[in-house]
């Protein structure tokens, strides 16, 4: 089970990933209303949505539905840092305040 749930976590982080990657194609001009669409970060984000999809789909077979919920909520931290990262957004207090709150209902469900 461990395993498994060792993938879920991994795939949240991908998941995260794709919507820092659908921020910078709306933060981008295109030439038209077509191509917002038909670009290649919406295009890749898509894809890792639905093989994040498919990767929990097959996980949760092997793992309790009360810690699928859990993981999934640490898809608010990863996107907090990979903004923070990639994007260069600022850190606000109510922002950290809250992920703290995230991770701490994470740890206290888990143990």
Avoid: P
């Amino acid at each position: 089970m461990n395993k498994y749930l060792l993938i879920m976590f991994i795939a949240t982080f991908f998941s995260a990933s794709s919507q820092i990657l659908l921020k910078q194609s709306a933060n981008q001009t295109h030439k038209n209303v077509i191509f917002e669409y038909l670009n290649w970060r919406v295009i890749l984000s898509y894809f890792i949505f639905f093989a994040v999809l498919l990767v929990n789909t097959y996980a949760y077979t092997q793992v309790d539905m009360k810690y699928g919920a859990v993981i999934d909520t640490c898809t608010y931290v990863f996107v907090m840092i990979l903004s923070g990262v990639i994007l260069r957004e600022s850190f606000t207090k109510w922002k950290l305040i809250g992920n703290l709150i995230i991770i701490a209902g994470v740890i206290v469900y888990t143990l």
